[in-house]
Nanobody, 128 residues
Framework: QVQLVESGGGLVQAGGSLRLSCAAS????????MGWFRQAPGKEREFVAA????????DYADSVKGRFTISRDNAKNTVYLQMDSVKPEDTAVYYC?????????????????????WGQGTQVTVSS
């Protein structure tokens, strides 16, 4: 079984940067698409970014495009979310997710129900 563990969250000032990591343990996660989602209090979980298994395809929510960058290092079984020029509205719990049902796919899923494995989340708070 693959398990996902997020880290790197914390408190950051608006305009600053933060890098989130999602480490996979257990069986290799290399053939899976990975995604980042976030959920603010009182709101639904929303898509942030996704990357296919090889890192050749990425997708971003319009709200983070040009500010956030998703990447992966399959040798380290880790996916990253580099967050630059953060805004107070980026405050949320950030979750990484894996689509382990489709292997070696070029797809970069955007919907939560397209992912079947989730981490526990890491809190990101952006102060104004």
């Amino acid at each position: 079984q693959v398990q996902l563990v997020e880290s790197g969250g914390g408190l950051v000032q608006a305009g600053g940067s933060l890098r989130l990591s999602c480490a996979a343990s257990g069986r290799t996660f290399k053939p899976y698409a990975m995604g980042w989602f976030r959920q603010a209090p009182g709101k639904e979980r929303e898509f942030v970014a996704a990357i296919n298994w090889s890192g050749t395809n990425t997708d971003y929510a319009d709200s983070v495009k040009g500010r956030f960058t998703i990447s992966r290092d399959n040798a380290k079984n880790t996916v990253y979310l580099q967050m630059d020029s953060v805004k107070p509205e980026d405050t949320a719990v950030y979750y990484c997710a894996a689509d382990t049902r489709r292997l070696f796919s070029v797809r970069v899923p955007r919907k939560p129900d397209e992912y079947n494995l989730w981490g526990q989340g890491t809190q990101v708070t952006v102060s104004s």
